[in-house]
């Protein structure tokens, strides 16, 4: 399987509509976190989570990023993140870019409610497909985070990845200039992940995080984004999983769901806030969200402890063969490349440590009211 990011295809049909369960799925994983069956949570997240904030989607229907490109004259949606289509000409991007960098929006109770789950010691990594920049405004620490297409962080060179200062690459942008590589005269670009190139080095750390998680939360995605769309398959079969969305998707799709799989669809946002007030966490954001905003940041992490039955324990460890997700490092340009300046070197080998977390409930799906997409 490719490690660089590749055009969606048409999504399969979604099938028959799924019923509600008198059992949700909110309660069925709250009970496991209670009990302390989740202790390396895994969270994968799109540009679902973001809305809230202001920042549109990309695929909704009149409202999406995608539905509103016709001004930048492109032959087709995707093309803007296209990197042949920017080797060819970058102006359409970086009118674009203009709306999207960061510092026009702010994170909503969703990114908080990500960063509960690392202040109470729960979370294991969060991999996003966002390039908002919302979950580290958010106090998601660097390390507890992978950007999986990137940031607007850091610049380079699209064709020599020699690196470039971010704020002069952001001034020119803002300065409808097209900044230019010192090192081979080629058109610099923030560093977000374009079709056609290849993942980041961190993004690499799932060969290790999802064999071991005990619990996977999928968020506001389409997962339609190959290979980041197949991460939520790389979980053992006993690890639960649960989707907060609009709708269902990729194996969430399946009638009957498989056993360990969860479902909550409707606004994510009340979503989330039921979650939360399900574990008891909603006060506790509140003011988490509160001193952020504030500038009262807090600084010490609840211990495992104050969540966590000390009575459960998960059993030891199992051997499962991880599929899929190497790398390959097409794509690349070839030639005079600064030493270590490439953004797609190997990442981390796969790991045989491993967790195990069984759960004893039945798969459930609860569906509320419908929202913008996800």
């Known amino acids: 399987m490719s490690s660089s ?20 799925g909110l309660a069925s994983v709250s009970r496991l976190v209670k009990l302390g069956r989740c202790k390396n949570v895994v969270v994968v997240a799109g540009a679902g989570i973001s809305t809230a904030s202001g920042i549109p989607d990309f695929r909704t229907p009149g409202t999406g990023l995608y539905a509103n490109l016709a001004k930048y004259n492109i032959p087709y949606p995707e093309a803007i993140f296209n990197i042949d289509y920017f080797s060819n000409d970058p102006r359409p991007f970086f009118s674009l870019a203009k709306e999207l960098y960061p510092g026009r929006h702010r994170p909503n109770y969703i990114h908080y409610f990500i960063h509960m789950l690392h202040h109470k010691g729960l979370l294991l990594r969060m991999y996003t497909q966002n390039i908002d920049g919302l979950e580290k405004i958010s106090g998601i620490p660097d390390d507890k985070l ?10 380079s060179c699209h064709l020599c990845y020699t690196p470039f200062p971010a704020q002069e690459a952001k001034s020119s942008i803002m300065s409808d200039k097209v900044p230019v590589c010192t090192f081979c005269q080629a058109t610099v670009k923030p560093d977000i992940v374009f079709f056609g190139e290849d993942l980041p080095e961190k993004y690499f750390l799932h060969s290790k995080d999802f064999p071991k998680a005990d619990l996977l939360i999928v968020m506001g995605t389409s997962l339609q984004i190959e290979p980041f769309a197949s991460l939520v398959n790389t979980v053992r079969s006993t690890v639960p999983r649960l989707l907060l969305n609009r709708d269902a998707v990729g194996p969430f799709q399946k009638v009957p769901l498989k056993k360990g799989d969860y479902m909550e669809l409707g606004d994510l946002v009340d979503t989330v806030r039921r979650f939360a007030e399900i574990l008891g966490w ?39 063969k ?53």
């Open 5 to 24: 990011v590749s055009e969606p295809t048409e999504s399969s049909p979604a099938g028959p509509t799924v019923k509600s369960s008198p059992r949700g």
């Open 146 to 155: 992978v950007e999986a297409h990137g940031s607007f962080a850091t610049a």
């Open 282 to 320: 909603h006060s506790e954001i509140q003011d988490l969200m509160a001193g952020r905003e504030n500038g009262t940041i807090l600084t010490s992490s609840f211990p495992a402890s104050s969540v966590l039955s000390r009575n459960v324990r998960g059993r030891g460890p199992t051997q499962t």
């Open 322 to 374: 991880t599929t899929g997700l190497g790398r390959r490092g097409a794509s690349e340009p070839r030639g005079r490349i600064p030493p270590k300046s490439r953004p797609g070197a190997r990442g981390p080998s796969s790991s045989s440590e491993k967790s195990d977390s069984e759960t004893d409930s039945k798969s459930t799906v609860s569906t509320v009211s419908s929202s913008p997409s996800n």
